[in-house]
């Protein structure tokens, strides 16, 4: 192998390594000013993409321990890496997919496993990951919350009751 795939084969072992997610996507048909807009919206959901020679790419998923890729890398590819969630990722490449009908998914690993077409649209519906824990979170403290409503219930009643009471006029002393 030339120095200079070597090269481009470390960068992309490299970027596979530090991404926990990869989504590969066919690009033919695509002008510069699409895939420039698609590395903006990218950029939004804390990703990127790169366009990759399928030779040079299929020897750096070998090597960054992905097993053979060649049977599923035909036609020019692109392959979107990111440090943030999946679902964000696949989230912009599904909503650019379908206002530009070039782009198309092909498949992604998430944490070492495969993901077809369907997998990584189901990921695109998921809310991101702040929102879940945002839920979940919530979640947590509707017990807490509700307890504390309910124990405060009855104080506060009597409360009212009193301040109720006090706050009524007396009644007039009948004359004699």
Do not use: C, W
């Not at 198309?104 to 695109?124: P, V």
């Amino acid at each position: 192998m030339r120095a200079e795939k070597k090269l481009l084969t470390s960068e992309y072992v490299a970027r596979l390594n530090a991404s926990p997610f990869f989504l590969v996507v066919g690009y033919q048909g695509l002008k510069v000013a699409h895939l420039t807009e698609l590395r903006k919206r990218l950029a939004k959901a804390g990703a990127e993409i790169h366009i990759v020679k399928n030779t040079v790419f299929s020897v750096a998923a070998k090597e960054a321990g992905l097993g053979d890729l060649n049977g599923s890398l035909a036609g020019q590819l692109a392959v979107v890496t990111g440090q943030k969630d999946i679902s964000a990722a696949a989230k912009a490449v599904k909503n650019f997919a379908a206002e530009f009908d070039k782009l198309k998914l092909k498949f992604g690993y998430l944490n070492n496993q495969r993901l077809d077409e369907a997998s990584i649209l189901a990921l695109a519906d998921l809310p991101s990951l702040d929102v879940l824990r945002a839920k979940l979170l919530g979640l947590f403290n509707a017990p807490a919350t509700k307890l504390v409503v309910l124990l405060n219930t009855p104080a506060t009643q009597l409360a009212q009751v009193l301040k109720a009471k006090a706050e009524k006029p007396e009644p007039a002393a009948p004359a004699a």
